[in-house]
């Protein structure tokens, strides 16, 4: 007897393995898809996250390239190849294949770089996509803004020695005309930009048509000569300071006119011998040895730098006139922060100069200084005597506050120090306490510090800028003022050392550059 399986049961077992089969046929079928589509994920990331870094070098390279090629120093005739240059150095993607690399430039527009590749592909490829193209673009354009330039020149004895050809005065000419010229030259359409010069050793002059704000021009100590145009500087906190109102205490008042104090005649040694009283000298010079702009002239004026300041115009070539003018003569000491205070208040819409504009970001105002030595005022250098001389007549005294300086006064005999648009530092201590040199010299450095503060401050109010220049060995490593100009500038890229006249053109050079704010635009 032969046994059958019942139909129903053979039925379900084959109805039950066509439904096993056609199952794992869906699943592998999805598993196929999914595994693509995973595939797919991880080659768009892969192949997407390298683009993406490889896109970002590029637009450096091109920013880069754009930015070098745009700046309107560049010569038009190389201005390409400067920006094919620029975008081969620093483009370094192998990667990526250059499709097409274009630059164009116009002084109103600024520089356009398109950069047009392809990026290689990796896993992308099993797709049929080898590469992925993209279009790259970047401008840069100089900052139209209206411009203030004060160089505050260091014209004392020292600026005579040899660098280069000739002096550190003719080399500082030659940069700081090239300064200007070169600004003038990259003036934007609509564009003003004003100069200034703010020449000082010691003190400064500020130019014998403003006595409207000097007091004392007229003084008996003037007999046989006249006011040259120095003024000593207000005693603290309005020293350093560039707020001012006709007669306003509350804003420091006005300037007393520069003199040195007669001095005791009664032996060889003192700089400025009086006539054997307190009220005359023994001898008063009308014109200096060397010529109407040497300083060395006996009498109020002795010491007083003989070039004033030029306020602010937006003549080009009436400020290099003036810069070319310049001499350097022997004179007593170099102190910066009359000359930054000046250039201050210069730049400063308020009186005494008015020149300039509001302090504001719709213009820059930058201050240049610009010096070769240390600062001193020379009486630890060249010791004199004179304080141990009397008068021949009357007693020999001098009262700080008759010139409204502070400080104390001086009896029987002469100074130690030189005098200076302070006082004398030394024996009359207007900035407090000082026995010795070393003190004199950290007051100095002190209150130049604070000048420079003082302007820098104003950015809070404006864009301001402060450039500084130690130009020679000696103000070179190691030295008070180098480390002096260092801190006094904007930041350290605001700071130069320059040991040869090339240096010095090199910083006037990288100043005006820097003035012109070229940058990336959308």
Same mark, same amino acid.
């Given at each position: 007897m032969m046994f059958r399986a019942p139909v129903s049961s053979r039925n379900r077992f084959c109805s039950s393995h066509a439904y096993l089969t056609n199952d794992n046929g869906a699943t592998a079928i999805l598993f196929s898809l999914m595994v693509m589509v995973l595939f797919l994920s991880i080659g768009l990331a892969v192949d997407g996250g390298r683009a993406s870094s490889n896109r970002s070098n590029a637009q450096q390279a091109l920013d880069a390239a754009v930015l070098a090629a745009s700046n309107v120093f560049v010569d038009d005739a190389i201005r390409k190849e400067k920006f094919s240059s620029i975008f081969a150095k620093n483009f370094q993607e192998a990667d990526a294949t250059i499709v097409d690399l274009e630059f164009t430039f116009s002084k109103a527009d600024g520089g356009h770089g398109v950069l047009k590749l392809n990026y290689n592909t990796s896993i992308m490829k099993i797709f049929g996509h080898n590469t992925v193209y993209d279009v790259l673009e970047s401008r840069a354009k100089q900052h139209k803004f209206d411009m203030e330039v004060a160089l505050v020149l260091d014209v004392s004895g020292s600026m005579r020695s040899g660098m280069g050809a000739g002096s550190r005065l003719d080399a500082l000419k030659v940069s700081a005309k090239k300064l200007i010229s070169t600004l003038d030259a990259a003036k934007m359409p609509n564009q003003n930009i004003k100069y200034s010069i703010v020449p000082f050793t010691m003190n400064v002059n500020v130019g014998t048509d403003n006595d409207s704000f000097v007091d004392n021009t007229a003084s008996g100590l003037f007999t046989g000569t006249s006011w040259a145009g120095?003024?000593? @500087?207000?005693?603290?906190?309005?020293? +350093?300071?560039?707020?001012?109102?006709?007669?306003?205490?509350?804003? =420091?008042?006005? #300037?007393?006119?520069?003199? #040195?104090?007669?001095?005791?005649?009664?032996?060889?040694?003192?700089?400025?011998?009086?006539? =054997?009283?307190?009220?005359?000298?023994?001898?008063?010079?009308?014109?200096?040895?060397?010529?109407?702009?040497?300083? #060395?002239?006996?009498?109020?004026? &002795?010491?007083?730098?003989?070039?004033?300041?030029?306020?602010?115009?937006?003549?080009?070539?009436?400020?290099?006139? *003036?810069?070319?003018?310049?001499? %350097?003569?022997? &004179?007593?000491?170099?102190?910066? %922060?009359?000359?930054?205070?000046? %250039?201050?208040?210069? $730049?400063?819409?308020?009186?005494?100069?008015? @020149?300039?504009?509001?302090?504001?970001?719709?213009?820059?105002?930058?201050?240049?200084?610009? /010096?070769?030595? *240390?600062?001193?005022? *020379?009486? *630890?250098?060249?010791?004199?005597?004179?304080? =141990? @001389?009397?008068?021949?007549?009357?007693?020999?005294?001098?009262?700080? +506050?008759?010139?409204? $300086?502070?400080?104390?006064? $001086?009896? /029987?005999?002469?100074?130690?120090?030189?005098?200076?648009?302070?006082?004398?530092? $030394?024996?009359?201590?207007?900035?407090?306490?000082?026995?010795?040199? %070393?003190?004199?010299?950290q007051q100095l450095r002190t209150t130049s510090l604070d000048a420079c503060t003082k302007f820098k401050d104003r950015s809070s109010s404006g864009d301001v800028e402060l450039f500084t220049i130690a130009a020679s060995s000696s103000a070179g490593p190691g030295t008070d003022v180098y480390g002096l100009l260092q801190a006094c500038a904007t930041s350290k890229n605001h700071f130069f050392y320059a040991d040869g006249a090339q240096d010095l053109e090199d910083a006037f050079v990288a100043i005006a550059k820097e003035a012109t704010k070229l940058s990336l635009t959308e």
């Open positions: 120095c003024v000593l @500087e207000r005693p603290a906190p309005y020293h +350093n300071r560039d707020v001012y109102s006709a007669g306003g205490a509350s804003s =420091g008042g006005n #300037w007393q006119a520069y003199i #040195w104090p007669p001095e005791p005649d009664g032996g060889t040694t003192c700089i400025n011998p009086s006539n =054997g009283t307190n009220a005359g000298y023994k001898s008063v010079g009308v014109v200096g040895p060397s010529g109407v702009n040497d300083p #060395w002239t006996k009498g109020p004026n &002795n010491n007083c730098v003989r070039h004033s300041i030029k306020p602010l115009t937006t003549s080009a070539s009436d400020i290099s006139t *003036e810069i070319d003018a310049l001499e %350097a003569h022997s &004179n007593m000491g170099t102190i910066l %922060a009359p000359g930054i205070a000046w %250039a201050h208040r210069v $730049l400063s819409p308020g009186a005494p100069f008015s @020149e300039g504009d509001a302090f504001s970001d719709s213009v820059r105002k930058i201050m240049i200084v610009i /010096t070769d030595g *240390e600062q001193t005022t *020379e009486g *630890e250098f060249q010791p004199i005597g004179c304080n =141990g @001389e009397s008068n021949t007549s009357t007693a020999y005294s001098f009262d700080p +506050n008759s010139l409204q $300086l502070d400080g104390i006064s $001086l009896a /029987t005999n002469g100074p130690t120090d030189m005098f200076s648009p302070y006082g004398y530092i $030394l024996d009359s201590q207007p900035f407090g306490p000082a026995s010795s040199w %070393a003190e004199v010299k």
